[in-house]
């Protein structure tokens, strides 16, 4: 679907819908007119608004990462059409950064968030120049002090050139995401970079690798792809079709080397070695898209014309007839030097993707509200006039009738809730496997670390015994869950999700790569001993674990050593696993959700069919409808809690960062000053951190229940409140009906006359929606993505 089909197709629903609302308000202002209730109306009339609003508010995520010096920046400027985001030798990224679509003529403006606020605050208002100077002193403030205040995220307000004519994409976004290398030049705690990159592969509607053309075989490369697509090779088959690759600054070619199509099929190799399966890659020069785009605005600097000059007009030179080289003018070479950049051709091919998938889900999912209101306003027509052709006293046992049925369909629903309830420990149990396992895994991988770093630094040592943890008091859950005890029969297809998905974690994806043995050796090249090494001497009581150092700072170095490689270690491995319970939910959430959408629609539909065949009329069913569903909501509400944790408890330590993530497992080594020598025992240490890690497993299992607990009862209740509706709609008109039947008999031809053109009326709306939806389904997608 073109982008000008999904404006067209955008166009005509908010037409329609504004229509019917339209439509809606001169049957209430009639009714009111002639002394009518109009409550049954208005659950129709907030179905639609809603819809219309899901359609001007829906947000679409562009996500681009690459590695330094990849020119990230320049191809964002370029798409945006404005030179707003610095370049530097060093990383620019520091932490995510939204670039928000507004519309011309709105003033940009740069903000900065933090942790703890909801409110972003302003740093810098007006033109591309003035925000890009404040936001490059902002960030390189935040790298040189290390982050004191705990900034989250930034956001542009810009208008995106790209998009600028696309009213139906105006909540257009490209999110800057720091690359894996970007993370290891950060000063701070930097394991919420690669939770912005996770995030950005569970959630946005593009993903966009920019890779640098002069060096797309460095190491940068393996960095970038090493932490967040290693072992994700199913989130990458699901997600093939929204995966872009930019092989950025070809314009660097010279004569010498290899032709730009030959290495694209070289890095399709590389990339394909990395697990991406027919790989879509594109060149572009950023730098001459930006340049040509800025001319053609007027809004290039003279500096920016002397650069395209220097480094792109003479592609364009022309000879006269006695062979003079004629060089254009720069306006006149810009608008086909944008086209050759390749920029042009990307912007499609990102427009395209969003509009035949997200795009596409969004429009059928608001064509489908606004038709089950429309049919809702069609069922309720077809009941006044059927209503007006039985008697009176027919009309009355039907109504009471319905009553029964109704408080009959409320039982069930009651039943209903019930099953949920039983069905809604799948999950609790799933997660709480899943934190388990990760807690078992990690605390063996500190120990084997520990092992590791004594059997190296004892070069005279005996070998080393595994280190026994004393007991301590965290309560633990069993690995082993009776499923069948516990849910019975209900939900066997979700408990077989839960065992192959939250089972399967840590043989997919968690697994340490870093070393506490090369941290330590960094800083202590010599020999860490557990006996005085000027003697020679293992004494009787030796002890592989305490380690001896002469002098107490190199004490306090050793410690501060094995702080640093244990926090960020371990909330790595934390990330992964919740990255992966996060994806697992989502699964088993849409699964529970569509069991309790089938079974209320079961009961929907027994209430449909006895209104048909109770007033003799064709009624529509009444559709139950669920949103596509994500688990984003506890990575949020777990970001929260800690959030308060940390705020609440002034004695834990904190340690500077840009985006938030967990770190409570910073555990402070014990020391014993001697009179000639300094010792850290790491068994000690080891007990420590692995009771720190029981500590924050238990609290967010219980975090993650209470989430749970709560997105699940929303589930619930979404589909309850719509059969409610459905319920409520029909007794308000019947409790209508009658009341008019026994005030107004004698209008009963003015009356139904009335009613029949009110339904031809709507019959063209209807009409007008059915032709939307054949329109939708051949435009639809193959496959779509979220």
């Not at 409550?39 to 608004?49: E, F, G």
């Not at 004519?165 to 290398?181: C, E, R």
């Not at 099929?265 to 950023?286: M, Q, V, W």
Request: negative net charge; glycine residues 6%; charged residues 30%.
């Amino acid at each position: 679907m073109s982008s000008e089909k999904f404006q067209a197709a955008h166009d005509s629903i908010c037409h329609t819908g504004t229509k019917l609302l339209k439509y809606l308000e001169e049957i209430r202002q009639s009714r009111l007119r002639e002394g009518d209730d109009t409550k049954s109306l208005q659950s129709i009339t907030d179905d639609i608004n809603k819809a219309l609003s899901a359609l001007k508010e829906q947000k679409y995520q562009v996500a681009v990462i690459a590695a330094m010096k990849a020119g990230k920046s320049t191809f964002l400027n370029a798409v945006i059409g404005a030179d707003v985001l610095a370049s530097e030798s060093a990383a620019c990224t520091i932490c995510r950064t939204d670039v928000r679509h507004i519309p011309d003529g709105q003033v940009p403006r740069l903000l900065e968030y933090r942790e703890g606020q909801r409110r972003g605050f302003v740093i810098a208002e007006g033109d591309a120049g003035e925000i890009q100077q404040k936001f490059l002193l902002r960030t390189r403030e935040i790298r040189e002090k290390g982050n004191p205040d705990n900034t989250t995220r930034f956001e542009i307000e810009h208008p995106i050139e790209a998009i600028s004519a696309l009213s139906s994409l105006s909540g257009f976004t490209l999110v800057d995401t720091p690359g894996p290398n970007e993370w290891e030049s950060a000063k701070f705690n930097t394991v919420a970079l690669k939770q912005t990159a996770l995030e950005a592969l569970r959630t946005c509607n593009a993903i966009l690798f920019v890779l640098n053309y002069a060096s797309y075989k460095d190491n940068a490369i393996s960095d970038l792809f090493k932490d967040v697509i290693e072992n994700r090779k199913e989130i990458l088959a699901e997600n093939t079709g929204k995966i872009y690759f930019i092989l950025n600054k070809v314009d660097q070619k010279t004569e010498q080397d290899k032709d730009i199509a030959d290495v694209i099929d070289d890095l399709k190799r590389e990339l394909t070695n990395f697990g991406f399966s027919n790989p879509i890659i594109y060149p572009a020069s950023s730098r001459q898209g930006l340049l040509a785009k800025l001319i053609q605005q007027g809004n290039a600097t003279e500096n920016q014309i002397k650069d395209f000059k220097k480094f792109f007009s003479a592609r364009y030179a022309t000879e006269d007839e006695e062979g003079n080289q004629i060089i254009p003018a720069p306006r006149k070479i810009a608008p086909q030097a944008l086209i050759d950049s390749g920029i042009i051709t990307i912007e499609q091919t990102v427009i395209q993707t969003i509009t035949q998938n997200s795009g596409w889900n969004l429009l059928s999912d608001v064509v489908a509200k606004i038709e089950k209101a429309g049919k809702g306003i069609e069922d309720t027509l077809n009941t006044q006039i059927s209503g007006w052709q039985m008697g009176i006293e027919a009309l009355k046992q039907k109504v009471e009738e319905y009553r029964k049925r109704s408080d009959y369909a409320k039982n069930k629903v009651e039943a209903v809730k019930k099953s949920v309830d039983e069905q809604k420990q799948i999950l609790i149990i799933g997660f709480s496997q899943g934190i388990n396992k990760f807690a078992e895994f990690t605390k063996k991988e500190i120990q084997d670390q520990i092992d590791e770093l004594v059997e190296s630094k004892s070069a005279k040592s005996p070998k080393p015994k595994k280190v026994k943890v004393n007991p301590h008091p965290v309560k633990q859950i069993e690995n082993e869950v009776d499923w069948g005890g516990i849910v019975g029969e209900i939900g066997g297809g979700l408990i077989d999700l839960v065992s192959k998905g939250f089972g399967n974690i840590f043989r997919r994806g968690v697994r340490a790569t870093a070393s506490l043995l090369k941290a330590v050796s960094t800083y202590f090249p010599e020999n860490l001993n557990s006996y005085d090494s000027d003697t020679s001497e293992v004494p009787e009581n030796y002890d592989p674990y305490i380690i001896r150092v002469k002098t107490k700072e190199e004490a306090q170095k050793l410690g501060s050593t094995i702080n640093k490689f244990c926090g960020p270690h371990i909330q790595s491995l934390w990330l992964d696993t919740q990255d992966t319970l996060l994806r697992e939910g989502t699964e088993i959430r849409g699964k529970l959700a569509i069991k309790i959408k089938t079974d209320i629609q079961q009961i929907s539909d027994e209430l449909s069919n006895y209104l048909g065949d109770a007033l003799q009329v064709e009624l529509n069913i009444n559709p139950i409808q669920f949103p596509s569903f994500e688990f984003s909501g506890i990575d949020a509400k777990i970001k929260q809690q800690q959030g308060v944790f940390k705020r609440t408890k002034k004695e834990e330590k904190r340690n500077s960062r840009c985006c938030d993530s967990d770190e409570v497992y910073y555990v402070d080594v014990e020391y014993e000053d001697k009179r000639e020598f300094y010792e850290v025992d790491l068994h000690e240490t080891a007990r420590l951190i692995k009771l720190t890690i029981d500590e924050q497993v238990l609290r967010n299992r219980e975090l993650l229940q209470r989430v749970i607990e709560k997105q699940v009862a929303e589930d619930f209740r979404n589909a309850e409140q719509q059969i409610n509706d459905y319920i409520k709609r029909f007794q308000d008109e019947f409790d209508r009906l009658l009341k008019e039947r026994e005030t107004k008999e004698a209008e009963s031809d003015r009356i139904r006359e009335k009613l029949e053109i009110q339904k031809a009326q709507l019959n063209q709306y209807l009409h007008e929606l059915t032709t939307i939806k054949a329109s939708l389904h051949s435009w639809k997608p193959t496959q779509t993505i979220k």
